[in-house]
Structures are given as structure tokens and as C-alpha cells.
């Protein structure tokens, strides 16, 4: 067995298929263990056990009323979880899993009504990471997995940031090293009358539309009571500790405003820092959030982000910082 850290009651497992299979045991016994997806690190508990779901609100601290995703191995297993599978479903898992593309299909049965929330259905992804897929498949179940943090904070992209927040509260987590794309899964309703996304992520509403053929709905923009039956889905402003601006515009003129800023905040006896735009327009999601919880751990006052043109996962990282500021400046 590789070397195993057990830090405040909760083991730290290295990617090892010894380890894994350790770790699958623990959720096999109704215990709840981090880990990685390309997304974000996700809090897991077998999905088919209703006591060992509930766990994960506690743990979390997550308010009743917000259904979970389940997570497969392959697209056998969503067979498991819901009640029928729509064409539109089947293309879509044939061109995006594995992947951060969440489906919200009508629910089984036979599946614990606490991963729902009581609803009539579920969402279900893939995820495209070597040691989830490995742990799902070594458990033998589905898992329900949100994101592994404290609820209302910022998503964790490191194994060292789930322990900061949960370790003592679930038994491991599985060290996948970063997440690669490091913002949540898109969820797209397939439940109703037509497709609508219920949250923006990595998958974006044109490749979506592109796949289908079809226009999609976006329940994300009119808030409403759609929004309520959208897993991980809450107002972000409480994800931060430290207060944060977010200053939009030209990229001209919201350079020459952030300067202004950060010297006027400092002659008043702020500490403040910048957070850049990600160089060159790349967007490279997990290292900008990353860079985000490493600066609210600071001894800040304040934070000032550069905002940038949005395009692909871009729009949704923009709408994540939109969400955490308590005021947006346009230059």
C-alpha cells in the first residue's frame, strides 16, 4: 500500500490503484471520500444509500432542498439512475462524456430521494478523470458527488484545498493533483418540453445547440423558479471572505482604472491586490480560481479583478467573478 497521511481524521490517499480500491471500500461502508474530476474535486457517498447522501449535506453544511449530481463510470450505469433515456441524451453522452456535461433526466424509483432533493429527477454526468472513473467503477455504484467544499465557498481544484475546509468531516480524499478546467459541469434539463441549461460550465450553450440541431433554453439568465432544480447551483457571494471588485471594459481603459484604484485604496490604508486577466486570452480556469482562494486566505482588505472578454468557458468564469463581487466597475 503507497504511503497513506491521515491529517485531523481524514486520510490523504495518493493515486494508486491500492488506494483506490481502499477508498471505494470506505464508500461501499456509507463513508464519504473527495475526489478528483477534471471539473472540480467532488464529495462522493454511494448514491444508491440514502443515510450515506445525507452525510454529504452535513458534511458540507449544505441546505436541504439542493439536489446532487450522480456520477457514472460508463453509460450503462445511468440506466441505474433514471427512469428512461431520450434520444437527445444518448447524442449528447455519445459526444461529450466522458466530460463536465451534467443531464438532468427523469429520476428512478429506485434511487434515495435525498440525491433529488424530492424531485422528480436527476442529473448524471461522466466525469473525464482517470481516478474517478477508477473509484466509481471499483465502488461498484454510482456516486452522488457535489462540489467538495463548505457550502457557499469557492469550488476546490486541489486536494489541499478540500482538506482545509472538510478535513475531520469525511473520511479521505483521493489526490489527483489539479483539476484541469477547474470551473463546474454545464447542466442541461432534458426533463421537459425542450433543452435548457439550468447552469453555465465548460460545455457551452453553441456546442450544445450544435450537437442538437436545436436551439436551447437558458434558465440561467432569468432566474425564477427554474433555478431551484439546478444541482450546485446558488448565489456565489458568500464564497469569499475578503470582498471583491470586479472592473469590466476596455482593456485600455480598465488597466488605467485598476491602477487608479489600487493607488487610491492604498493611500487610504487598504491592502489590496490585483487579480489579472488570464495572459494572452487564455483562459485557464482553475489556476485564475486557484489564485483566488490563495489571495482570500491573504491578509487583504479587498480585491480587485480584471475583467476580460468572455469566450467559450470564458462566459461562465466571468459570470462566477460577476457573482462573487460586491460591485462591478465599468471603465
Known sequence: MPKVLSINGTLLFPPARKTIV?????????????FPTETVYGLGADATAGRAVARIFEAKGRPPGKPLIVHVA?????????????????????????????????R???????VSAGLSTVAVRMPAHPVALGLIRAAGVPLAAPSANRSGRLSPTEARHVLEELAG???????????????????????????????????????????LGTEIGCAVKGAGGALSVAPGLHCHRSFLRTPLILVTG??????????????????RGFRVVVLPAPPGGRLLA??????????????????????FSPRGVGETVLHRLRQAAVRIIKA
Not at 433515456?85 to 438532468?104: D, I
Not at 477547474?182 to 450544435?210: F, M, N, W, Y
Not at 482570500?296 to 475583467?307: M, V, W
Request: proline fraction near 7%; charged fraction near 25%; aromatic fraction near 2%.
Open 22 to 34: 481502499a477508498a471505494a471500500g470506505l464508500i461501499r461502508r456509507g463513508g464519504l471520500v473527495a
Open 74 to 106: 460508463d453509460p450503462g450505469q445511468v440506466r441505474q439512475v433514471t427512469a428512461s433515456l431520450p434520444g437527445e441524451a444518448l447524442e449528447l453522452m455519445h459526444r461529450f462524456w466522458p466530460g463536465p456535461l451534467s443531464l438532468v433526466l427523469p
Open 108 to 114: 428512478s424509483a429506485e434511487l434515495p430521494p435525498e
Open 169 to 211: 468531516r469525511i473520511e479521505a480524499v483521493l489526490d489527483g493533483g489539479p483539476c484541469t478546467v477547474g470551473v463546474e459541469s454545464t447542466v442541461l434539463d432534458l426533463s421537459g418540453a425542450r433543452p435548457l441549461i439550468l447552469r453555465s460550465g465548460a460545455i457551452t450553450r453553441t456546442q450544445l445547440e450544435k450537437a
Open 250 to 267: 476596455p482593456r485600455k481603459r480598465r488597466r488605467a482604472l485598476l491602477g487608479a484604484l489600487t493607488a487610491g485604496y492604498r493611500r
Open 286 to 307: 482553475g489556476a485564475l480560481f486557484a489564485s483566488l482562494r490563495r489571495l482570500d486566505r491573504g491578509a487583504l482588505d479587498l480585491i480587485l479583478a480584471e475583467g
